[in-house]
């Protein structure tokens, strides 16, 4: 057929040659996967992992309609109206708040492109996985890194911050609010204060504990601060949510170097996103749906109000705790008022290999809860209960097959 093609062209026109001589010299030689004929097959599960979380309703609609320009005038209305959700649900009033095209580990990027320069000192809060990244990312920029490294269960103490700060002079700290590996509420009061009195910024990852545990951006002295879509938000993963203080803007405006990311420069997303007082300027193609959604869950967060939501999550937390300790298990946190309400980890109980209760959860009862992860690994199961799942019907259900899991798992069982 091609070479009908390819003989019949010439009345057609040189481009139309130029595409049929093409065809005419190949042949296609990766055949139509078959899969792909067959329909989309999505199994329903509740998750009640460490996220992704299932959708609100509300927010699964928002995602479903149709896409417009992001350089269209009602696309920057839900870019300013998202903007105004983060402010709300980080409690700041700084103008440069915006949302990146990407997971939680895209602001996390974007917050150390922007914030560090090759040679800048940088103290780590390494209690888990998610410090760890951070030292990763930090090593990448070329930054002196200095991980506190603390055993998987642990929270950084006002006075251990104040000796790293006094020994390596940082020009930021990165600490984990919510510290889903390894189920910790790092406490923030007074760490904003501290790090300003030795220059430097703070820098908290909130994926996790945003909308689940409280959190005031500026009245706790936070420079940066960043969280994710798919957790206590129920958006579908893809957006994730970043602000800078003063502070934090000054010191990216001044840089003496470029960030090595176009994507991720904040002078240039600040423009796209209408935080300077330029003229907004195309810098890429954000995900328009995932913008609806995110606005949708902010809207759900403005209605329910964030104190609310705090004592919701804490409600479900108390109630969960309850039932697990019913069943004969043992936290992995010890200390009672740093347990993170929205991820709690349970202790692998002696006798059992923590995968085969995970696998028998989802087999028997399609829910998804997580063994653990980097430094928690082969020690704990963690069990999320984020926004809308933050319920006490998922944890009857959840106690339910966790019960009939430590009847079938049992190693010991003859
Ligand atoms: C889930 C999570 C992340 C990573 O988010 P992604 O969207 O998977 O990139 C970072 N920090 C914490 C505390 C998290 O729970």
């Known amino acids: 057929m091609f070479q009908v093609l ?63 320009g992001v350089m269209h005038k009602e696309i920057f209305q839900v870019m300013d109206e998202i903007k105004q959700g983060i402010q709300y649900v980080f409690q700041t009033t700084n103008a440069l708040t915006l949302a990146v095209s990407g997971p939680g580990h895209c602001a996390l990027e974007t917050a150390l492109m922007n914030l560090l320069e090759p040679g800048d000192s940088f103290l780590v809060g390494a209690n888990g996985m998610w410090g760890l990244r951070a030292v990763d990312i930090g090593e990448r920029i070329g930054a002196h890194v200095h991980p506190m490294i603390k055993e998987p269960g642990g929270y950084y103490t006002l006075q251990e911050v104040e000796e790293g700060l006094a020994h390596h002079k940082p020009v930021l700290l990165f600490l984990t609010h919510g510290e889903s590996s390894t189920g910790v509420l790092q406490p923030l009061d007074g760490y904003g204060e501290l790090c300003h009195r030795y220059q430097c910024l703070l820098l908290v990852d909130a994926v996790a504990s945003l909308g689940g545990a409280p959190l005031y951006m500026d009245q706790q002295g936070i420079d940066v601060l960043y969280s994710g879509s798919q957790k206590v938000l129920n958006s579908p993963p893809g957006t994730a949510l970043l602000s800078f203080s003063n502070r934090a803007k000054h010191k990216v405006y001044t840089r003496k170097t470029k960030p090595v990311s176009f994507f991720m420069d904040v002078t240039l997303l600040a ?77 692998v109980p002696s006798g059992y290999n923590w995968r085969d209760i995970v696998d028998y959860i989802m087999d028997s009862f399609s829910i998804e809860i997580m063994g653990g992860l980097g430094p928690s690994a082969g020690k704990v199961l963690r069990i999320g209960l984020l926004g809308c799942n933050a319920s006490r019907e998922n944890v009857d259900r959840l106690t339910e097959a966790l019960k009939e899991a430590l009847q079938h798992c049992s190693r010991n069982r003859l």
Request: charged residues 15%; glycine residues 8%; positive net charge.
């Open 6 to 68: 390819a003989k019949a062209s010439p009345a057609l026109g040189p481009q139309v040659l130029v595409w049929a001589q093409t065809m005419a010299s190949h042949q296609l030689r990766v055949a139509p996967p078959g899969a792909l004929l067959k329909p989309l097959s999505v199994p329903n599960r509740l998750l009640l992992g460490a996220g992704p979380s299932n959708m609100a309703p509300r927010v699964q609609a928002a995602g479903r309609l149709q896409v417009i």
């Open 271 to 347: 423009n796209f996103w209408g935080c300077d007082d330029k003229p907004r300027t195309y810098h890429h193609t954000i995900p328009v749906t995932g913008l609806y959604s995110l606005r949708e869950s902010l809207a759900l967060m403005v209605e329910e109000g964030l104190e609310v939501s705090w004592r919701r999550h804490h409600e479900a937390m108390a109630y969960l705790h309850g039932r697990l300790q019913g069943l004969g298990l043992q936290l992995f946190v010890r200390d009672p008022a740093t347990r993170l309400p929205t991820v709690t980890t349970v202790v």
